[in-house]
């Protein structure tokens, strides 16, 4: 695992440690020190660490004129024991959304393993974005992280329609654009 770098492409648009609103602000990063595993692997380091033993994430862009983060994920999402939802949501999402972020994309193609526990936590955050025409899209999830998400998709949008979407190839603002528009096709759509 300890090669598996978070998506670097977007850097000149966009570097966490760089912005005084990412909780990630003054991070310090090592390209020969790899101090942080999950489980008994050894990790990159250029991977964010906020307090979870199995998951790991990195702000790939976040733009507050836009109210939008796109963040990557690595390892496994715990709540059944961990409580992951709990730590994200308090370390990561609360301070972002205190600056106006409401659209949140997570690519999840690095999350191996999803143990769903109480949504509590969930149905906050999904409150606390609703009003403002927020939401939250996990993008290229594994069939068996899709299966145990399914008890959350009132708060959270997944699966086979939001998979595959090539993110890599664009510009962060067109991948915002294309997912707002992707967003409101299947709202229209929900809605009937």
């Known amino acids: 695992m300890h ?3 978070p998506f670097f492409r977007w850097r000149p648009y966009y570097v966490a440690s760089e912005d005084e609103f990412s ?5 310090q990063y090592s390209e020969f020190e790899f101090s942080d595993a999950i489980y008994n692997y050894v990790i990159h380091p250029q991977w964010d660490d906020f307090g979870s033993e199995t998951l790991y994430v990195k702000v790939l862009y976040a733009d507050y004129a836009l109210g939008f983060a796109f963040i990557e994920l690595l390892g496994e999402w715990n709540d059944a024991v961990k409580n992951d939802i709990m730590l994200l949501k308090t370390e990561v999402l609360d301070p ?5 972020i409401y659209k949140f994309a997570f690519a999840c193609d690095n999350l191996l393993n999803f143990y769903v526990g109480d949504d509590d936590y969930y149905r906050e955050w999904y409150e606390e974005i609703a009003p403002s025409g927020g939401w939250v899209v996990f993008l290229d999830t594994f069939d068996h992280v ?7 998709d009132r708060y959270v949008f997944f699966g086979p329609r939001w998979n595959g979407y090539a993110w890599r190839r664009m510009r962060p603002d067109a991948a ?8 409101n096709r299947t709202r229209k759509w929900l809605t009937g």
């Open 23 to 27: 909780p990630f602000f003054g991070r």
């Open 3 to 5: 090669d598996i770098e």
């Open 176 to 183: 915002f654009e294309g997912l707002q528009e992707m967003m």
């Open 146 to 152: 899709a299966d145990e998400m399914r008890e959350l």
């Open 96 to 100: 972002m959304m205190q600056h106006g």
